[in-house]
Nanobody, 115 residues
C-alpha cells in the first residue's frame, strides 16, 4: 500500500497550489479520502474529506471557500486545490485513506506560505 503526496512548496500569500496524492495497493474507489495538515507545534487537523464516489465533501471552517478536494477514481488520485493561501496554511499536508477496517497514510508534503 502506498500513498504518495506531491505538489507542495513555497508560495506567496494569496497564491495557489495543487496537491496530489497517488494511491496504490488497495481498492482506492472504495475508500474515503482525506487531507490532514499539521503545523509546527500544533495537532494534526482534518482539512478536507471526500467520500468514495466523490459526491460529498467537507472542509474545516478555516479553508472553506478557498480549498477544493476532488478525486479521480480512474487514476487512483485525490487532489487538494488550495487558493488564496495564507501564512496560517503553512503546514505539512498528509493524505489519508480510510474505510471501516483500514487506515493508510502518506509521508506528507510541506506547504509554506510566506513572502
Amino acid at each position: 500500500v502506498q500513498l504518495v503526496e506531491s505538489g507542495g512548496g513555497l508560495v506567496q500569500p494569496g497564491g495557489s497550489l495543487r496537491l496530489s496524492c497517488a494511491a496504490s495497493g488497495f481498492k482506492f474507489s472504495t475508500y474515503t479520502m482525506m487531507w490532514y495538515r499539521q503545523a509546527p507545534g500544533k495537532e494534526r487537523e482534518l482539512a478536507a474529506q471526500i467520500n468514495s464516489a466523490g459526491g460529498t465533501t467537507t472542509y474545516v471552517d478555516s479553508v472553506k471557500g478557498r480549498f477544493t478536494i476532488s478525486r479521480d477514481n480512474a487514476k487512483n488520485t485525490v487532489y487538494l486545490q488550495m487558493n488564496s493561501l495564507k501564512p496560517e496554511d503553512t503546514a505539512k499536508y498528509y493524505c489519508n485513506a480510510r474505510n471501516p477496517l483500514f487506515d493508510y497514510w502518506g509521508q506528507g508534503t510541506q506547504v509554506t506560505v510566506s513572502s
